[in-house]
Every structure is written in structure tokens, then in C-alpha cells.
């Protein structure tokens, strides 16, 4: 259901589409962190286009430069201040219009940071602000005045903004904004506010048009998917719920999610995925930590038992379903034997993919102020030791694709090799494969032929 607040900021998108008529003017955006950002970015981009911007990945050619930031780990705060020096040069010398808005712009010390070191910034907006972009860039190009819109109350849950997806045969389809947990580490509590649901009926409805459009695959995305609270349009109360209605879709062939969170995996979430065929078999389940006492003190709600015996009970309801799983290691106060824990649910689990991280301290969170944090060489060693563990796990079990036959959606060219076309398995494998180019977005069996760390290889049959 569209609202007024959207309603008016479609008026400014038309205000600045008569102040661009005919100019012919580009955007870039660069976005950084996760799949909820670039699913907002791909909103962006859909009020640029409609205002009379088109977009260029070359931020020389740009009119318009949006950079849509992650605050998740300090690594990804620095990209942002590289990219704004890059920038510097270009506002120099010509008129662009450069705003920031994401994760990073609900934090005050980042704000500050930007008023004093980096002051060509002409708007900054925050995540509760976002469809508010277009009455940003409005006052900016008629008053020249540079605008900072941040709120730090929760937004709404706003429908209607326009969209310009990255792909035409897969989309993001977020689910909910925020999250409740407050693990210890995470910041995203802080950036993103507290949980609100998306209703079902507009869930279903934006899906239902993507089927319309030709989509054949959607990803739900949340901080926390399986806390999902519907109103109980169609009987959808949950997040299992909701699954089952997707599944109903016709067209949609392939529904992924992320992420879960382990102490939500209730067995009705379980028995949906039985149930639902279209549903990926590859679960992202993260566990972050291997030692029921660094759980603790992440305030993860579930021991190193628990978490083995929910992979073990999905494992044996659903037999053809794999794991992939996030890990943080040089929590404070990890001990060697905390990490030992971590490697040996690795082994028992035996991920189908691991993303690692090194923690990183965030300003503001509980664990920032916790005793005992680990020096940087001790958890570069322990990443290491991760890393090497999680690679001979991997080349092990991707011998076991050889032979098989897989269906999987051709998405797009490979790119690295022009002749080749790329899609992935049900197991979120990347599978390439010679073949007409006539096939992307369609659903083929691939037979797999050969195995290497990072990819498949394939041949249509
Ligand atoms: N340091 C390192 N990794 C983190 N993550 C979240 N916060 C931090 C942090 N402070 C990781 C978690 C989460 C993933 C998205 O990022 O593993 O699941
Ligand atoms: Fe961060 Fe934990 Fe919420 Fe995930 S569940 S976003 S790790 S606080």
C-alpha cells in the first residue's frame, strides 16, 4: 500500500525530473556490505531513473554520486573514506552532486567525522531516512544548501518506491527492517533499529509481479527472517507461513533466505522447508562462535549443543539439505580451547561454505568495552588455521557434484570468460557452463564434469 509520505516524495522525483528535462545526466552508486543494502541501492537507483538520471559504473561520467555504507566491521568504514578521496578530485573540478546514506550515517562520530574532514559531502541521509532521497536531492539542487537527514527513531515500513533491480531473473525481496537480538559484537541493532515487518499481502504482491515480469528466483531478506510476524492475511502468522504462500507462486522456481537466526529455527520453519520443493537447499545457519561460553557472551541464546543438534534435526527431517554458516573469530576473550570448539563443530557440521570474519570492535557495542580482547597476531593466526580447516573441507566436497545432474538457473555470462554462461546449484554452487546465450534466465539441467575450489564446471544435457 502506497502512503502519502511516498506520494510526496514522487511529486519531488517529477519536481527534479522537469529541473533535469532533456539534460541528460548520470548517477553511479557504490554499495557496500549486504544483500538489505543493495536491495535499498536498487531502490535508489529506481528514484534516480525515474527523476531523468541514467547510470553510468563510471564515476567520472556521474552527475550524481551515491555511496550506500556498511558499518558491520571496520574494514568497511575504510572503504568509504578511500572512496570519498577518490572523489575529492571530481568535485574539484566539476559540478557533482555527492550523498552517502547507509548504515555508517546513523552513527554520530561518523557524521562529525564527515562535517570536518570531508566537507565537499553535499547530502547525507540514514537508513529510517532513505525514501526520503528524492526530497533530499530536491532541496540540495534548488537551495544549494547541503542537507543532513538522519533519524534515529525507527522508520515505517514504506511500499510504492520505485525499483531498479541488478538482475532480471533473480531479486531481492526484502522481508522485514531491523533487529531485536543485540548480539554483542553486532552494530546493526544500533543503524537499523528495532524489527518491523513487511505486511504479507505486499510481500506477495511484489513477488507475484516479478513472477509476472519473468523472475524466476527471489531472496528474502531480513537481519532475522524466522522472526517474522505476519497479520494473518491468507493465514500468514509466521515465517513458515509465509514460505509456504511464496511457494504457491507460479513462476518462482528457486526461494533462498537470509538470514536466520538459529533460536528462531523453530520445527514448523523446518517442516516448511520439507514441504516447499522451490525452497534452496542451501540454509544459512550462523554460528559465529564453536564455544558455548563465547555464545554466551555474544548473547547468541544457544550453546554449541544446541546448535548441533538443530543442524542434526534439520539434517535428518530434510536429508538433501546443505549448510552454509557466518564465523567471528577473536571474540574478546576467545581462549585457544573456545576456538578449538569452533574448528570441531566446523568438522562435524561440514559447511558447504563459510564466511569468516576477524572481529572487529564497533563503537557503541557491548563488547567493545569487554575485557581481554584478543590482539590482532592471535587472531590473524586463528583466521588462518579457519581458512585452511574450511578449504580442504571444500575441495572434499565438491568432489562429490561430480557426475550428478543439477538444475539450475543460468543467470548471466560468466565474467571471467565471455563464452561461457554462470548459474548456481540449489546449493548455492557456481556452476559454469558452455552455452547459447539464449539460456540465461532459463531453468536447465547441467551435468557437472569437473571440480574446482571456487566453481564447477558443467555441460547442458
Ligand atoms: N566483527 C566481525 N564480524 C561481525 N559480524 C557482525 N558484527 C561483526 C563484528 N563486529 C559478522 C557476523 C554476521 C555477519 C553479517 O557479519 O558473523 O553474521
Ligand atoms: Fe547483528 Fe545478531 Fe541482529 Fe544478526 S541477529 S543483525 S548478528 S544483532
Same mark, same amino acid.
Given at each position: 500500500?502506497?502512503?502519502?509520505?511516498?506520494?510526496?516524495?514522487?511529486?519531488?522525483?517529477?519536481?527534479?525530473?522537469?529541473?533535469?528535462?532533456?539534460?541528460?545526466?548520470?548517477?553511479?552508486?557504490?554499495?557496500?556490505?549486504?544483500?538489505?543494502?543493495?536491495?535499498?541501492?536498487?531502490?535508489?537507483?529506481?528514484?534516480?531513473?525515474?527523476?531523468?538520471? &541514467? +547510470?553510468?559504473?563510471?564515476? =567520472?561520467?556521474?552527475?550524481?554520486?551515491? !555511496?550506500? $555504507?556498511? %558499518? /558491520?566491521?571496520?574494514?568497511?568504514?575504510?572503504?568509504?573514506?578511500?572512496?570519498?578521496?577518490?572523489?575529492?578530485?571530481?568535485?574539484?573540478?566539476?559540478?557533482?552532486?555527492?550523498?552517502?546514506?547507509?548504515?555508517?550515517?546513523?552513527?554520530?562520530?561518523?557524521?562529525?567525522?564527515?562535517?570536518?574532514?570531508?566537507?565537499?559531502?553535499?547530502?547525507?541521509?540514514?537508513?529510517?531516512?532513505?525514501?526520503?532521497?528524492?526530497?533530499?536531492?530536491?532541496?540540495?539542487?534548488?537551495?544549494?544548501?547541503?542537507?543532513?537527514?538522519?533519524?534515529?527513531?525507527?522508520?515505517?515500513?514504506?511500499?510504492?518506491?520505485?525499483?531498479?533491480?541488478?538482475?532480471? &531473473? +533473480?531479486?531481492?525481496?526484502? =522481508?522485514?527492517?531491523?533487529?531485536?537480538? !543485540?548480539? $554483542?559484537? %553486532? /552494530?546493526?541493532?544500533?543503524?537499523?533499529?528495532?524489527?518491523?515487518?513487511?505486511?504479507?499481502?505486499?510481500?506477495?504482491?511484489?513477488?507475484t509481479s516479478l513472477a509476472k515480469e519473468?523472475?524466476?528466483?527471489?531472496?528474502?531478506?531480513?537481519?532475522?527472517?524466522?522472526?517474522?510476524?505476519?497479520?494473518?492475511?491468507?493465514?500468514?502468522?509466521?515465517?513458515?507461513?509465509l514460505l509456504r504462500a511464496v511457494n504457491?507462486?507460479?513462476?518462482?522456481?528457486?526461494?533462498?533466505?537470509?538470514?536466520?537466526?538459529?533460536?528462531?529455527?523453530?520445527?514448523?520453519?523446518?517442516?516448511?522447508?520439507?514441504?516447499?520443493?522451490?525452497?534452496?537447499?542451501?540454509?544459512?545457519?550462523?554460528?559465529?562462535?564453536?564455544?558455548?561460553?563465547?555464545?554466551?557472551?555474544?548473547?547468541?541464546?544457544?550453546?554449541?549443543?544446541?546448535?548441533?543438534?538443530?543442524?542434526?534435526?534439520?539434517?535428518?527431517?530434510?536429508?538433501?539439505?546443505?549448510?552454509?554458516?557466518?564465523?567471528?573469530?577473536?571474540?574478546?576473550?576467545?581462549?585457544?580451547?573456545?576456538?578449538?570448539?569452533?574448528?570441531?563443530?566446523?568438522?562435524?557440521?561440514?559447511?558447504?561454505?563459510?564466511?569468516?570474519?576477524?572481529?572487529?570492535?564497533?563503537?557503541?557495542?557491548p563488547a567493545e568495552k569487554m575485557e581481554?580482547?584478543?590482539?590482532?597476531?592471535?587472531?590473524?593466526?586463528?583466521?588462518?588455521?579457519?581458512?585452511?580447516?574450511?578449504?580442504?573441507?571444500?575441495?572434499?566436497?565438491?568432489?562429490?557434484?561430480?557426475?550428478?545432474?543439477?538444475?539450475?538457473?543460468?543467470?548471466?555470462?560468466?565474467?571471467?570468460?565471455?563464452?561461457?554462461?554462470?548459474?548456481?546449484?540449489?546449493?548455492?554452487?557456481?556452476?559454469?557452463?558452455?552455452?547459447?546465450?539464449?539460456?540465461?534466465?532459463?531453468?536447465?539441467?547441467?551435468?557437472?564434469?569437473?571440480?574446482?575450489?571456487?566453481?564447477?564446471?558443467?555441460?547442458?544435457?
Amino acid at each position: 500500500m502506497k502512503n502519502t509520505e511516498i506520494e510526496k516524495q514522487i511529486d519531488y522525483i517529477n519536481k527534479i525530473h522537469n529541473l533535469l528535462n532533456g539534460k541528460n545526466k548520470k548517477f553511479s552508486i557504490y554499495t557496500m556490505g549486504c544483500t538489505l543494502n543493495e536491495n535499498d541501492s536498487e531502490k535508489i537507483s529506481g528514484m534516480a531513473t525515474k527523476m531523468g538520471y &541514467s +547510470k553510468t559504473e563510471n564515476l =567520472i561520467d556521474a552527475d550524481l554520486i551515491i !555511496f550506500n $555504507t556498511c %558499518c /558491520i566491521r571496520e574494514n568497511a568504514e575504510e572503504k568509504l573514506f578511500g572512496k570519498l578521496g577518490e572523489v575529492k578530485k571530481l568535485k574539484e573540478s566539476g559540478d557533482v552532486v555527492i550523498a552517502i546514506c547507509g548504515c555508517m550515517m546513523q552513527q554520530n562520530h561518523i557524521i562529525e567525522k564527515i562535517k570536518k574532514s570531508y566537507r565537499y559531502v553535499d547530502i547525507i541521509f540514514g537508513t529510517h531516512t532513505l525514501h526520503k532521497f528524492p526530497e533530499d536531492l530536491y532541496n540540495l539542487l534548488s537551495q544549494k544548501d547541503k542537507i543532513i537527514d538522519v533519524l534515529d527513531i525507527d522508520g515505517e515500513v514504506y511500499e510504492g518506491l520505485p525499483i531498479k533491480r541488478e538482475s532480471s &531473473s +533473480k531479486a531481492l525481496v526484502t =522481508i522485514m527492517y531491523g533487529c531485536n537480538n !543485540f548480539c $554483542t559484537y %553486532c /552494530i546493526v541493532p544500533y543503524v537499523r533499529g528495532r524489527e518491523r515487518n513487511r505486511k504479507p499481502e505486499d510481500i506477495l504482491d511484489e513477488i507475484t509481479s516479478l513472477a509476472k515480469e519473468g523472475y524466476k528466483e527471489v531472496t528474502l531478506l531480513g537481519q532475522n527472517v524466522n522472526s517474522y510476524k505476519g497479520n494473518g492475511y491468507e493465514g500468514i502468522y509466521n515465517f513458515a507461513d509465509l514460505l509456504r504462500a511464496v511457494n504457491k507462486i507460479s513462476g518462482i522456481e528457486v526461494i533462498n533466505f537470509i538470514s536466520p537466526h538459529p533460536k528462531d529455527f523453530t520445527d514448523d520453519v523446518i517442516l516448511a522447508i520439507k514441504e516447499c520443493k522451490k525452497v534452496s537447499r542451501i540454509l544459512h545457519l550462523p554460528l559465529q562462535s564453536g564455544s558455548t561460553n563465547v555464545l554466551k557472551r555474544m548473547n547468541r541464546k544457544y550453546t554449541k549443543e544446541q546448535y548441533i543438534n538443530l543442524a542434526n534435526k534439520i539434517k535428518s527431517l530434510v536429508p538433501d539439505v546443505v549448510f552454509s554458516t557466518d564465523i567471528i573469530v577473536g571474540f574478546p576473550g576467545e581462549t585457544e580451547e573456545d576456538f578449538e570448539d569452533t574448528l570441531d563443530v566446523v568438522k562435524q557440521i561440514g559447511f558447504e561454505q563459510v564466511f569468516m570474519f576477524i572481529y572487529s570492535k564497533r563503537v557503541g557495542t557491548p563488547a567493545e568495552k569487554m575485557e581481554d580482547q584478543i590482539p590482532d597476531k592471535t587472531k590473524h593466526e586463528r583466521f588462518n588455521r579457519l581458512k585452511q580447516l574450511v578449504e580442504s573441507q571444500m575441495q572434499e566436497n565438491n568432489k562429490k557434484y561430480i557426475g550428478t545432474i543439477q538444475n539450475i538457473l543460468i543467470e548471466s555470462k560468466s565474467k571471467t570468460n565471455d563464452n561461457m554462461l554462470t548459474g548456481r546449484t540449489k546449493t548455492n554452487k557456481v556452476v559454469i557452463i558452455e552455452a547459447p546465450d539464449d539460456l540465461i534466465g532459463k531453468m536447465v539441467n547441467v551435468k557437472i564434469v569437473s571440480e574446482h575450489m571456487w566453481y564447477l564446471k558443467g555441460e547442458i544435457v
